[in-house]
C-alpha cells in the first residue's frame, strides 16, 4: 500500500526532528531526565514512522540499510566494553570513572548541590550513554525492519482488486 | 494493506482432519480444572493484596544505599543526575549485561529471520 | 487503604496478566499478558520507591528548599527491566511470527492438534 501525499509529507518533517530530539535526550543524559536507553529509544520510533510513512524497499534505497545499522550496534557495544577496559587499562579497575574530573574531555569538576547543569562534567558516563544510545537505536531499529520484512507489501492493482472483489460479495448478499 | 507472506496454510494442514464439535470440546480445559485455575489466580491476586495494607505509599522504609547514592553521586561521579549514576557508574555491570542481552535478542531476531528469506 | 491504591493496582493488573496467560489460547494475547506483568512490576518498582513531596533524584536547577528527593535505585532497576522487556517481547513476537509462518494458526490448542 503507498501512503498517500500527506502521510509521506509529514513523515519527512517530523523525521529529523524526532531524531534531533533523541540525540538530545542521549547527549544530556547526564543533566536531565533521560539517558542512552531513552534517546536510543526515541530515535528507533523515528526509524518506525519513516517505515510506516515510506515503503519497505524504498527505505532500504535511500535511507539506510540493515547492514549499517548491525554495524552501528556493534559499534556501540564495542565503544562500551572499551570504554569500561579504559578504566582498567589507565586507572585502578574495571568501569572506574577515570574521566571525571580529570580536566579533559568531559572532565570539569562539578559543583555539589543544586547548579545549572554544565555538559562537560562527568566524566565517562556521556561517552556510554552515547554508546548505548546508538546500540539501542540500531538494535530496536533491525527489530522493526526484521519483523517488516516477514510482511509483503501489496502493490497498488492488488489493493483495487481485493476492493471491487469485497463490493462485489457485498452485492450478492 | 499488508499479507503475511507466502501460504497462509501449511501444505500440511490439509491431511489433517478437519476440525469438529468433538475436538473443541476436547482441545479446551474441563470445567473443574478452569474453575481451579481461575480459584488459583483469584488466591494470588488476594495473597499479592497483602503489601497493599502492610507498605505504606509516600513513606518509604529508610534505606541506606539510597541515601549514600543521592549524597555521594556528585561527588563520586560528577553527574547531577542520580538514576543515570546509578545505571551507568555505581552498576555498571548490570548495564553491561543489559546492553549484552539487548545485542544477542537482536542477533536472535536477525538469524530467526534470515532462514526465511 | 485509599492511600495504597498503586498497590491495589499492582495486585489486580498482576491477577489480570495471570488470567490472560493461563486461560487464554492465543498466543498474541499470551504475550500481551506477559506485558501487563511487567508493567505492573514496574508500577511496584517506582511505587515503593515514592517519597511524599519527594522531587526526582536530579540536581540541574532542582528547587533550592531541599525537600527530600524519591528513591534512585528503584528507578534504575526499572529502566533495567523495561530494556529487557522489550529484548524478551520482540524474541516472542518473532517466535509467533515462525509459528504463524509454519502452522497458519496463533492458536495454541490448534498448533497442538496440527503437530500430532
Known amino acids: ?173 | 494493506m499488508l499479507a503475511v507472506r507466502g501460504e497462509r496454510h501449511s501444505p500440511n494442514r490439509g491431511s489433517v482432519a478437519p476440525l469438529n464439535a468433538g475436538d473443541m470440546q476436547q482441545a479446551h480445559y474441563p470445567l473443574p480444572q478452569k474453575l481451579g485455575v481461575i480459584s488459583l489466580i483469584i488466591v494470588v491476586t488476594l495473597i499479592l493484596m497483602l503489601p497493599a495494607f502492610s507498605l505504606s505509599f509516600g513513606h518509604p522504609a529508610a534505606s541506606a544505599t539510597d541515601q549514600y547514592y543521592i549524597s555521594h553521586s556528585q561527588a563520586n561521579t560528577g553527574s547531577n543526575n542520580v538514576v543515570t549514576a546509578i545505571v551507568f557508574d555505581f552498576r555498571g555491570f548490570d548495564t553491561l549485561g543489559e546492553a549484552t542481552v539487548l545485542f544477542v535478542t537482536v542477533l536472535g531476531v536477525a538469524m530467526l529471520f534470515r532462514r526465511i528469506h | ?116
Open chain 1, 1 to 173: 500500500m503507498v501512503t498517500g501525499l500527506i502521510g509521506r509529507t509529514a513523515g519527512r518533517l517530523l523525521v529529523p526532528g524526532i531524531f534531533i530530539f533523541g540525540f538530545y535526550i542521549i547527549t544530556h543524559g547526564h543533566l536531565s531526565p533521560g539517558g542512552g536507553f531513552q534517546g536510543g529509544a526515541v530515535i528507533a520510533t523515528g526509524v518506525a514512522l519513516g517505515l510506516v510513512c515510506y515503503n519497505y524497499r524504498e527505505c532500504m534505497e535511500n535511507f539506510i540499510e540493515t547492514k549499517n545499522l548491525k554495524l552501528i550496534e556493534s559499534a556501540g557495544l564495542i565503544l562500551f566494553i572499551c570504554t569500561a577496559l579504559a578504566g582498567l587499562v589507565l586507572a585502578s579497575s574495571f568501569f572506574f570513572n577515570w574521566l571525571n574530573a580529570s580536566g579533559g574531555l568531559f572532565g570539569d569538576p562539578v559543583a555539589c548541590g543544586v547548579n545549572a547543569g554544565n555538559i562537560f562534567t562527568a566524566g565517562f558516563i556521556p561517552v556510554l550513554n552515547f554508546a548505548v544510545g546508538i546500540e539501542v537505536f540500531g538494535g530496536l531499529s533491525i527489530v522493526l525492519l526484521a519483523m517488516f520484512a516477514g510482511l509483503r507489501e501489496t502493490t497498488q492493482e492488488e489493493d483495487e482488486r481485493e476492493a471491487v472483489n469485497f463490493v462485489q460479495t457485498e452485492k450478492e448478499k
Open chain 3, 1 to 116: 487503604m485509599i492511600a495504597n491504591l498503586p498497590f491495589v493496582a499492582v495486585a489486580l493488573l498482576i491477577g489480570i496478566a495471570f488470567a490472560m496467560i493461563l486461560l487464554k489460547y492465543n498466543m498474541i494475547k499470551m504475550i500481551m499478558g506477559l506485558g501487563i506483568l511487567e508493567g505492573a512490576v514496574n508500577l511496584f518498582l517506582v511505587a515503593l520507591g515514592y517519597r511524599e513531596s519527594g522531587i526526582a533524584p536530579i540536581f540541574t536547577n532542582s528547587p533550592a528548599n531541599g525537600s527530600a528527593m524519591v528513591m534512585p535505585t528503584v528507578q534504575a532497576l526499572t529502566l533495567t527491566n523495561i530494556v529487557i522487556g522489550v529484548a524478551t517481547m520482540a524474541l516472542m513476537l518473532v517466535f509467533v511470527m515462525l509459528v504463524y509462518k509454519k502452522y497458519g494458526t496463533v492458536d495454541a490448542n490448534e498448533m497442538r492438534r496440527l503437530r500430532e
